[in-house]
């Protein structure tokens, strides 16, 4: 399978701290991409990185992507309550493969 | 301007009962999935498509069948229906392989 599967399962941070999880894939990819998942609710699109990118940022958002490693991390900066969720990586093949989730607690 | 709709959001079935959820996308997306998420895990691909009138098969295929006869429909059939299928399942589509969008969920219970 050319699944993602993201590191830690579960992360518990205080407000204001920063939340780091990983992603490890198998198979070469065009592009990675990032989607969080509140409570029972659809995935929603965070960011995508490209094969032929090492960083990305949108707004509190920070990916990296190290394809001779094939991993990503994403860095969410300044967590507030409202990122309490699950975060997934997701690689393209042919279709997209999800890993996981980390499941992500910010304590207010 | 909808996005991704899922009908029904929920549903309760007996053993060996059939029925079709709907995805309906109207963003003229080529690519179109299934996924079914169990308590504590993530998404596993059940079929997806990736234009009209195609379809394969995704890592949990079995008991399951799709249609996409037309573009902005991709139908998901159960055709009897057992207890190891209870799941929310979630259909996407996307343009190419890129951002994908999701709907809201179907809850299926079968007892």
């Known amino acids: 399978s050319q699944q993602g599967e993201e590191d830690p399962q579960a992360l518990s941070i205080q407000e204001g701290e920063n939340a780091t999880m990983n992603c490890s894939y198998k198979t070469s990819i065009n592009n990675l991409q990032w989607y969080r998942q509140n409570s029972g609710r659809g995935l929603v699109h965070l960011i995508l990185?490209?094969?032929?990118?090492r960083e990305k940022h949108s707004g509190r958002l920070r990916v990296t992507l190290d394809t001779s490693k094939k991993s990503s991390s994403l860095l969410i900066t300044a967590s507030r309550a409202a990122d309490t969720a699950s975060y997934f990586c997701?690689?393209?093949?042919?279709?997209?493969?999800f890993g996981t989730g980390t499941r992500l607690t910010v304590i207010p | 301007n909808a996005g991704v709709t899922q009908t029904p959001k929920f549903r309760v079935l007996k053993t060996g009962q059939s029925m079709t959820l709907l995805c309906a996308q109207d963003?003229?997306?080529?690519?179109m999935y299934w996924y079914r998420q169990d308590p504590g895990m993530g998404l596993r691909l059940i079929h997806y498509?990736?234009?009209?009138?195609?379809?394969a098969k995704g890592e949990v295929p079995d008991g399951y069948n799709v249609s996409r006869l037309k573009k902005q429909n991709f139908l998901l059939g159960l055709e009897s229906a057992a207890p190891s299928q209870t799941s929310v399942y979630f259909c996407a589509s996307s343009y190419l392989r890129t951002e994908a969008f999701f709907g809201q969920g179907t809850r299926l219970t079968v007892v």
């Open positions: 498509s990736v234009g009209e009138g195609t379809t």
């Open positions: 990185i490209r094969s032929n990118e």
């Open positions: 963003m003229n997306h080529e690519y």
């Open positions: 997701a690689t393209d093949d042919l279709n997209l493969f």
